[in-house]
Structures are given as structure tokens and as C-alpha cells.
């Protein structure tokens, strides 16, 4: 994937809600590494749908792919990109969950994202 069409698109989706531009995803620096969990990073979509269910919101473009998970504290949004074997994770960013708040640390809010999963499957009634 191209990083700029990935810079673009995660900087249109937040300037569409509200919030300011990621900082964490530059495409002129080229040498910062991507913010990645190891349990997320190569992951498909299924896998990311596994771990965090569905996403908010779900853009494709090119060779790759946001999701948008808004949580309760921070939106997580998940990039992909397609190298041949169809989409896998190849990055993490956050952004916070209204203007004018901090921006969240990445990790704490996938670690949200992984927690609202759960705890809705808990909530769900057994067969």
C-alpha cells in the first residue's frame, strides 16, 4: 500500500470527526516505526474481527484497508495492507474519542478496544 494514500485517508477520517490530525502516522517520515501489536500485527480481517470485533467503520482504498473502532475513551484505528496474501495489519493509531481532549497512547486503547470485545461476548445469552 502506499503510505500517502494511507496518510490521507486516516487524516480525512479525522478531520471528519472533529478530531485532529494523527500524529503517529507521518508518511514523510518514512523511519518512525508503526505503532503494532504483536497479537494484532499480520493479522487478516477475520483475526482483527476475532480480537475487536466489527469495526465503527470499515474503508477500503487501493491495496488496503481502515477500520475505525470508537470506543468509550479513544477511537483505534487499524490499517491494512494487501502484499499478495490479501489484507493483513500493518499498523495502529489512535485518536481521541472527542475535539479538544489528549490524544490517547495506542496500546491502552486497543487494550479498550480488546476489553469491549469481551465483555460484550460475556454479555451475550448461551444457547
Known sequence: ?????????????????????LAQVDA????????TDSHLSGLDAAGVRL????PALAREEGAGALWTYRLNRCVLFVAF????AGLRVTALS??????????????????????????????LPTP
Do not use: I
Open 51 to 54: 480480537r475487536l470485533g466489527e
Open 28 to 35: 514523510a517520515d518514512e523511519d518512525a516505526p508503526a505503532v
Open 94 to 123: 489512535s485518536g481521541p474519542r472527542r475535539h479538544g481532549e489528549a490524544q490517547p497512547e495506542t496500546l491502552a486503547c486497543l487494550r479498550e478496544a480488546e476489553a469491549s470485545r469481551h465483555a460484550s461476548a460475556d454479555a
Open 1 to 21: 500500500m502506499r503510505r500517502p494514500a494511507l496518510s490521507l485517508l486516516l487524516g480525512l477520517l479525522v478531520l471528519g470527526a472533529g478530531g485532529p490530525a
Open 81 to 84: 495492507a494487501d502484499d499478495g
